[in-house]
């Protein structure tokens, strides 16, 4: 399996990958800073209200949209040429491959909340010069939503596995995030913790007071979103390399 | 000899469109074995059965003695190496890193990968982009990325395809390089010409039948060549072979059908009426015109 992984390693050099990575999450910072001046109120609660406006709205649709993307960067190598012939015409087993495609796009997914939290430090610094550093609690929560983003991982690199098309993977999601986003506006909570998009919405709502968070970053709370999160990427996972593995090539 | 590849009553069906029929193919170990066919006569899907990459709709695939099957097949491909349709490659990586990705991929050593691209004659253009490279560059990778595993059966589906005439040509003369080390090498095309002089055993399809399986030898026995008279007297030798359907063909005469007893008995008439006879021998036959034969003229 690690051979499988570090093969998907040698793939993300001079991929578009990276500068996903690196935009959308600065695209929210700098969507947040300007929404902020615009408005003309100072962040009131400091690095509180700076997390809150950027990264509740980044939880709600870029996030699902931005892994949606790189999982279809992450698979579309594979669908062009003889490449799927290739992968398939091999002895690494379709769960490795899976497991292998899940592991980058998730890894990337990571790679999105470090960027993002780099650029609500350096916003909160430079631009409305906060006292002190982004409070830790933040960081435990970004680990939250780095857990949070794998069953999202799983499910969009199963949907690019299954879809030769670039674009369809990515309606799903925003497809799927807007139904995340009704459920927990409607507070209507169990359900929308067990599709990945409400998942990762309401992890990064964790400590924000916003939807149906209480603003606490406790953890039990915090040790349910994880356990929902790895007991639905084992499924998924699972289920995409039964899939890959009955599915004929073209 | 054992067969390194066996299928008994492999079919596959797509809807109502059976585009394989049957199937029993027998290849040697340690041949080239040339599997000819049309575009479209079901020699891509047969290799991709014969992979595990399709499923059949009946039948079995036996690889190295062993049932070929989705339970199977991943222990079972690490002894065969494919291409199938287009050469595999990621574009944006160099061919340098196209084999490291192999090499993680299988767990090969370096020198696994090496004595690959070696054989391919590929190692001075390693670091330049896939998507730079000419279309021979990208099989010859791909047939390197097939090779690094060190298989003992290696599946080509139309290697040639695109290429120039030099760039076949490395491919067939690759070929037997990779036969006489003992790989079995099943190379498929729709192009007699281009595995005509490589390939020791024949699989002819057409519409997904086998009309053919065999040597080379076997092949050329199934058609009788005609017979060429040379004469000073094609006139007077014409009528008198004309029980044998003989016709003029220049300063010659030309006898089809012609097995061996009837020719004795055609030379001794012509002898016995004194028509002078400077020559009988059978005419060259290529392979192009066996098959024509074999396919009731309308050729591949």
């Known amino acids: 399996m690690m051979g499988a992984i570090r093969a998907e390693l040698v793939k993300l050099r001079r991929s578009l990958s990276w500068a996903v990575v690196l935009f959308l999450p600065l695209m929210a910072v700098v969507t947040g800073v300007v929404n902020t001046l615009v408005s003309g109120q100072p962040p009131g609660d400091g690095w509180h209200t700076l997390w809150m406006r950027i990264v509740v709205f980044y939880g709600l649709f870029p996030l699902a949209a931005g892994v949606a993307v790189l999982a279809s960067l992450v698979w579309r190598v594979e669908h062009r040429g003889g490449n799927w012939n290739a992968l398939m015409g091999r002895v690494t087993s379709s769960l490795d491959i899976v497991v292998a495609k899940t592991t980058v796009t998730a890894a990337l997914a990571a790679a999105l909340q470090a960027v993002l939290v780099v650029g609500v430090i350096v916003a909160g610094k430079l631009v409305f010069d906060l006292p002190g550093l982004l409070p830790p609690r933040y960081l435990a929560v970004s680990v939250v939503i780095v857990v949070a983003c794998l069953p999202l991982a799983a499910l969009q690199s199963g949907l690019s596995m299954l879809m030769r098309s670039f674009a369809a993977p990515v309606a799903v999601a925003l497809a799927g995030a807007t139904v995340g986003t009704l459920l927990l506006l409607t507070r209507v909570e169990a359900p929308s913790l067990l599709l990945p998009y409400g998942l990762v919405s309401r992890a990064t709502q964790v400590g924000t007071g916003a939807f149906a968070d209480d603003g606490s970053v406790a953890l039990p709370a915090l040790g349910v979103l994880v356990a929902v999160a790895l007991a639905l990427t084992v499924a998924l996972v699972a289920g995409a390399a039964v899939l890959l593995d009955r599915r004929d090539v073209r | ?300």
């Open chain 2, 1 to 300: 000899m054992s067969n390194a590849i066996i299928t008994h009553d492999l079919k596959k069906t797509y809807g109502k469109r059976t585009v394989v029929h049957d199937l029993h193919l027998r290849v040697p170990q340690g041949c080239v074995y040339g599997f000819l066919g049309p575009n479209g006569s079901g020699k891509s899907t047969t290799m991709k059965m014969l992979l595990s990459l399709v499923r059949p709709t009946a039948g079995e695939v036996h690889v190295l003695g062993r049932p070929m099957r989705r339970s199977t097949r991943r222990e079972l491909l690490g002894e065969i190496g494919s291409l199938i349709e287009a050469p595999p490659a990621y574009g944006h990586l160099t061919g340098a890193e196209n084999m490291r990705l192999v090499r993680h991929l299988l767990d090969l050593d370096q020198g696994q990968v090496q004595r690959a691209v070696q054989t391919v004659r590929l190692q001075d253009h390693l670091d330049k982009r896939v998507r730079e490279y000419s279309l021979g560059m990208r099989q010859r990778l791909g047939i390197a990325m097939a090779l690094a595993r060190e298989p003992r059966v290696l599946i080509l589906d139309e290697p040639t395809n695109g290429l120039d005439p030099a760039g076949i040509e490395e491919v067939r003369d690759l070929l037997t390089r990779l036969a006489a080390r003992g790989i079995t090498v099943m190379v498929s095309s729709h192009l007699l010409g281009e595995i005509d002089r490589t390939a020791s055993v024949l699989g002819i399809l057409a519409g997904g039948r086998m009309l053919f399986q065999g040597t080379r030898e076997q092949l050329f026995s199934r058609s009788t060549p005609d017979v060429l008279v040379d004469t000073p007297e094609p006139e007077r030798a014409t009528t008198l072979a004309g029980r044998w359907n003989a016709v003029r063909d220049g300063d010659r005469v030309r006898v089809p059908g012609l097995d061996h007893a009837a020719t004795a008995h055609l030379v001794d008439r012509l002898v016995h009426e004194r028509i002078p006879v400077h020559g009988v021998r059978r005419e060259e036959q290529s392979l192009e015109d066996v098959f024509m034969d074999l396919t009731g003229g309308r050729g591949l």
